[in-house]
Nanobody, 125 residues
Framework: QVQLVESGGGLVQAGDSLRLSCAAS????????MGWFRQAPGKEREFVAAISWNTVNTNYAASVKGRFTISRDNAKNTVYLQMNSLKPGDTAAYYC??????????????????WGQGTQVTVSS
């Protein structure tokens, strides 16, 4: 079965950096758009970033553009989220997701078929 396993979360201070990783198995990784969503307590799940199967196209939420970078290594079946200049508002559980390949990676959660269990990121002020 399909598994998406996130890692790299933790507790950091404002201004610090973290890199999240998501290892995928059970699917033809290079055929899928990969994305990251996040959910803070009491809030709805929100789109963070996504990348097309061939890395040509990316899509970012306005709140993270310029600070976060999504990338993928199809040889390792892994997608990454480099997060710089972290803010307390970035505190959330971060979820890796895989969806049907599209030219422009969608920011709509309904466009994704598989989800990981999440990794917690906590940013203190």
């Amino acid at each position: 079965q399909v598994q998406l396993v996130e890692s790299g979360g933790g507790l950091v201070q404002a201004g610090d950096s973290l890199r999240l990783s998501c290892a995928a198995s059970g699917l033809t990784f290079s055929s899928y758009t990969m994305g990251w969503f996040r959910q803070a307590p009491g809030k709805e799940r929100e789109f963070v970033a996504a990348i097309s199967w061939n890395t040509v196209n990316t899509n970012y939420a306005a709140s993270v553009k310029g600070r976060f970078t999504i990338s993928r290594d199809n040889a390792k079946n892994t997608v990454y989220l480099q997060m710089n200049s972290l803010k307390p508002g970035d505190t959330a559980a971060y979820y890796c997701t895989a969806g049907v390949s599209r030219t422009v990676p969608t920011n709509d959660w309904r466009g994704y078929n598989y989800w990981g269990q999440g990794t917690q990121v906590t940013v203190s002020s």
